[in-house]
């Protein structure tokens, strides 16, 4: 059973990464970034119910717990310093805020 | 706690706890900062001054010590500390540092009070610098503590940094960076030499601690019993990577006359008092008892650089036409005899260093005072815009030659008795100098004359020459030097006077300390040396017998 | 050999007249402190002459007692060396065996270093009569500073005088003229309606630091205080040369004797250093080798001691006399005293004529038993004495300027006392210092009296015919003049005589060509002399409609100079059975001539010259002609001298620029080499992390792709690194 939770983490983790890495837009590329820990998310959940070795634990599910209110309170700091950008330049486009190239 | 010990750690916090007073003062209110952090200084000046006299029965020893722990990581027995790191608050007075440290007090209430009418703006921070920057200094020459007396050594640059880079010239910016980066990154291999000094004092002692402590590690690190001749060499060059930098000695000084060049006045001051001395005061304290056969295999290089520094210091000094750029190669020069005359590792020589330290705090610092109230007036420092200032300016005319003759070694005055040991002792040097560094070295007796009796003529003398729209009278100036500032200079004036006559002030109670602390290491450290040279099975006790010696 | 001879003053307790004495040279100091205090607080300061006058009189009446308590030491000396007195402390004897020591000083001898004392043979005239004994006076004031532990005891460098009878002639030199002179300035330093000229009260400060600084000089007992007082008399010349401040000129002069004195310290401080680097390892815990008394004591262990290939006498006779040379203005740095007379007169007659030139042939005297250990040093100091007599008197001939006249004749007579003490013959050199002190300031001081009758002119060019004008400064300064150019029986005569003297029956040579100075000397002074007074009556714009003599106040002290001009010679009169020669016979001047009784053809030949050199000045220039004879005659010569030899031009060609040049060049290098090395290793980091800057584009996605791209290499090189788990 693991192997196929796996799959669904690693298959929800690649495809929150190919999103950050192609869309321009900075609110997909945010949820993108929530589809990649909701990956991670399953991972957790699947190991702790099928260690490698020994008894099931709930270790995984409190982890998990433990991350969405972690990824709650990023999201609300996220969303907000996305719409500080938009403010700023009038756009969503990741493009236009290149300020750590040096010079 | 003795009175004497509270005093000590006074000295350090108060002006601490001043400094954020000041910074507190309202900023409307400008003079209310100055004033108060005059009266600080003042009190400091107050508790060094008992200090320093109580120092004069010190003999080898201590005064006063504070020794707390400070910071103790590791493991514990029975709440002994039985493994890890141990650095103490140790802080102590003895005969070296007591007169640098009364140097210190002197200096700083005098550039307070020089900074009245030359800084104009963002007032209660500059005066919360100089005052942090004086705990600093305290703190450097009290340290007993290796680990302590870095963290001091360091913490003078941030106020310096500051002091350069807000209220300086017009290359502030520049001059406090590479101030900044290039006593920075000579300190850090000196960090690197107290780390190894440190752990390998551990090793040795066979204790697991790590202990800073500089009593312990000079009584452990000695002879060949301790580090071998070839750690000693390599952990001298350490130290000198930061302390001669700090000194500065030819050719690392390349950030001194600029630092100075932009400094406000009363940094400069404080810089070419105290500052500068804290590079040959950390060869003295820590280079010459803890590493003393690195010392003599380094010191005919180091006489070597110190007479380089002497002339070339000298020479660039002639042809400067900037006169604060002047007195800073000056300094230069000068800090060349005090490296000199302590390298020679003759006794003499050693006491003439320290007192040549003492005398350049006070000689440069003054220099460097006139030469501001100079530029307050003038608004310019450039010798062919300048000329004939005795006839506006008799009194200052009358302060500046005092100082600068002073600073030639005009005997009578505080400069002479040093410059003559330190060159004795390097002539009649009979371990690591001779003769012809006394010969090269005695030039600068010539050379020093040229460029100052150069600057004082073509200021002071000839036809009266000024720019336009100057001399500048605002913020209470007067033509010539008014009332605070005669009272700002009169006191060096008169201590360099009493120096010239009385340097036994400072030596006296020195020689029996540098006799102890230093020449008998240095003599221990020769006879192992020799001993291993000639029949290596015999050093180990040899050296067992000389470190007990020594350890005494 | 020498023989140390401590004496207590013999009439009055000794510690309460040491105490007194030792204020000697305090008292000029206080008047210098009492104008500062005045200054200070704005009161009194037309007052300011007094207390300097009262300072220097205090010391010259001091002065007086201590020359006189010599002198009764001088009589005990007549009863030899054996004279019993139980207060006497002999330091060093170990005489040669033909010459033991009579009983009372065998005690002492006991516990005297072994010394082989072959020097006794260079004695010559005293060998003969024994071992030479130097008796003195040593007052120890306070400890200086230390130079260390030797022995378990400090070796301390004192505050210490040492008074012999060389001290005492030097004492009575300095004090009498400095009261003249300073009598002198309260006149010479007012403008024409009696107003004090500005700076009145400075220039009576340094006055009265410069004579400070001279007793000093003269009293120090050893070498880190006289070479305290030999900067000091610098300094106080550099504040007085300087007095016009605000004249370029002025200004530059002293600089420039600042500067070329400092030239002759450096080697001074060296043969101080030298010294102790011979003494230091063999005197007793106690004793300091910089101390005279110790020196003089182990002084023969000098002869087998050296250093560079050079023997230890002959190093530090050439070391201290490069300090002399500075000093007193000898060749090759002599430039600063022409200059000089940038300074107020009686400056120039005091500091440049009387006292603080002198301090060279005084120091040389002073250390007699080192220079009579080396014939090298001595004939180094006998050759500069010849070129300089001859150089200077050649200059003097073909100048203008009366005071620079004078100055060149100074520095020519100063060569004379060289050239004496080359020859060995000390007492001599002396001699005609105490002499010459008297006639040259007053000359100078004379000359001073014109310039402040002239409106500060000086050139002979602009006045002539003076003798009607200032009658009594023409009577005073013929008086100098004559002195100067030894006429017979005046006291120039006398002195100049003996060396011309010692060095004929020495180098035959060199007694001729200082008898041809000395006719060159009579020449040129009065060809000064009669340009400025004899002929019509003209008198330069700036004198004003009636020129007149100097006041009361600047004409008397120069009646007791007169009289010292023209007598002051009969206390050698008799040579070595003189007054004067037994009064120093006990000193520390060590003469090696050989010594001939007085030999009265070699005076009528000297005598001769000097009238027919002054008959030939008379017959040249007795009308004080216009048209420069001797430029007429002598031509691109006589220009030559008149430029000085251009020696100025040349020292700032050969030395001054090319060391600026160094310095501008080193300050070049500084910049741009060694702080441009640092700079380029400071740089060198932030060079390479621009490289690395190149690939942070700035774009998040970029950074993005990085990371993922990093993040498989990790994974792949963890997976080629470990072996296969179960995964």
Known sequence: MLAAYLAIGAALFILGLVGFLTRRNLIVMFLCTELMFQGIIVNLVAFGRYPLSGPPTLHGQIFALFLLVVAAAEAALGLALVVLLYRNKGTLDANAWTLLRDA | ?552 | MIVLASVPPIQLDAHTLNSVYATLPLWPLFGTVAIGLMLAFNRAKEMAHYAVIAGVGAAAVLAGGVFYSMLNDGAAAAHGPGHADAARLMLVSDPPAQHAPADAHAPAAAHAPASASSAAAGHGAHGDHGPHILRYHQYTAFHWFSLGLIGGQTRWVDVNFFVDSLTGVMLIVVTFVALMVVIYSVGYMRDHHGHQEEGYERFFAWLGLFVFSMLMLVLAGNFVLLYLGWEAVGLCSYLLIGFYYQKPAAAAAAKKAFLVNRIGDFGFALGIFAIYHFLSPIVQPGENPLDYATLFKYVDKLETMSLWGVSAPTLIGLLLLCGALGKSAQFPIYVWLPDAMEGPSPVSALIHAATMVTAGVYMVARLGPIYARSPEAMDVVMWVGIIGAVLAATMAMAQHDMKRILAYSTMSQLAFMFVALGVGAPQAAIFHLYTHAFFKALLFLCAGGVMHSMGNIIDVRYFSGLKSVLPSTYRLMFIGCLALAGFPLLSGFWSKDEIVHAALDNRPWVGYVLLFTAAMTAYYTFRMFFLCFNGPTRTPPEAGDHPHDSPPVMTWPLYPLALGAIAAGFVGYGGHDGFFHKYVADSSMVATAAHTSAAWPIMLISGAIAIGAIFVAFARYGDAPRNEPDQQLLGPLWNLWNAKYLVDEIYDAIFVRPLRAFGKLLFDADRHGVDGVVNAVGATPGRLSSIAAWTQRGALQGYAVAMVLGLGLVFIVWRWLTPATGL
């Not at chain 2, 060949?224 to 700090?246: D, H, N, R, V, Y």
């Open chain 2, 1 to 552: 706690m003795s009175l004497s010990a509270f005093g000590l750690n006074l000295l350090i916090f108060l002006p601490l706890v001043g400094a954020i007073l000041v910074w507190r003062t309202p900023r409307e209110r400008e003079d209310v900062a100055g004033r108060l952090a005059l009266w600080i200084s003042i009190a400091c000046l107050l508790v060094a001054a008992p200090l320093w006299y109580q120092s004069l029965s010190a003999g080898a020893g201590t005064i006063a010590e504070v020794k707390r722990a400070w910071i103790e990581v590791g493991g514990r027995s029975k709440g002994e500390l039985i493994d890890g790191l141990r650095i103490s608050w140790h802080v102590a007075l003895d005969a070296l540092s007591a007169p640098l440290m009364l140097l210190t007090a002197i200096l700083v209430p005098l550039s307070v009070a020089c900074s009245f009418t030359a800084i104009r703006h963002r007032v209660n921070e500059y005066y919360a610098w100089l005052l942090m920057l004086t705990s600093g200094m305290f703190g450097v020459f009290a340290a007993r503590d290796l680990l302590l007396f870095y963290v001091f050594f360091e913490f003078t640059l941030i106020p310096l940094y500051f002091l350069i880079g807000i209220w300086g010239g017009s290359d502030r910016r520049y001059a406090a960076n590479k101030f900044f980066l290039f006593t920075f990154a000579g300190s850090v291999l000196t960090f690197a030499g107290i780390l190894y000094l440190a752990i390998r004092g551990a090793q040795l002692s066979g204790s697991g601690v790590v202990d800073f402590d500089l009593v312990r590690l000079s009584s452990l690190a000695l002879g060949g019993a301790g580090l071998t001749a070839g750690e000693q060499s390599l952990l001298f060059l350490a130290f000198f990577a930061g302390f001669a930098i700090k000194v500065p000695l030819f050719p690392l000084h390349t950030w001194l006359p600029l630092a100075h060049t932009e400094a406000p006045t009363a940094g400069s001051v404080l810089l070419a008092g105290v500052l500068l001395k804290l590079g040959t005061y950390g060869f003295l304290r820590f280079s010459l008892p803890m590493v003393p056969s690195g010392a003599m295999e380094w010191a005919s290089l180091m006489g070597v650089l110190a007479v380089m520094g002497i002339i070339y210091g000298a020479l660039c000094s002639w042809v400067q036409q900037d006169v604060k750029k002047l007195v800073a190669y000056s300094s230069v020069s000068h800090l060349g005899f005090c490296m000199l005359g302590m390298f020679s590792l003759v006794d003499y020589g050693i006491s003439g260093s320290v007192l040549y330290m003492i005398n350049h705090g006070l000689s440069t610092g003054a220099l460097f005072l006139c030469v501001g109230m100079m530029y307050e007036r003038y608004h310019t420092r450039d010798m062919r815009k300048l000329g004939g200032l005795a006839k506006e300016m008799p009194i200052f005319a009358f302060f500046l030659v005092v100082f600068v003759l002073s600073s030639v070694g005009l005997p009578g005055l505080n400069g002479f008795v040093s410059e003559f040991t330190t060159l004795m002792a390097a002539f009649n040097s009979p371990l690591v100098l001779g003769p012809w560094f006394g010969v090269f070295g005695a030039t600068g007796i010539l050379l020093g004359a040229i460029y100052l009796f150069y600057m004082t003529g073509s200021v002071l003398f000839g036809p009266y020459k000024a720019p336009a729209d100057t001399p500048d009278l605002s913020a209470g100036l007067s033509k010539d030097l008014n009332r605070r500032e005669i009272a700002i200079l009169t006191p060096l004036a008169v201590l360099c006077v009493i120096l010239g006559w009385a340097p036994r002030l400072v030596t006296d109670t020195l020689d029996p300390l540098i006799q102890a602390q230093v020449l008998n290491r240095v003599a221990a450290a020769r006879q192992v040396n020799e001993a291993m040279a000639a029949t290596p099975t015999q050093a180990a006790t040899l050296a067992a017998i000389s470190n007990a010696g020594a350890a005494r």
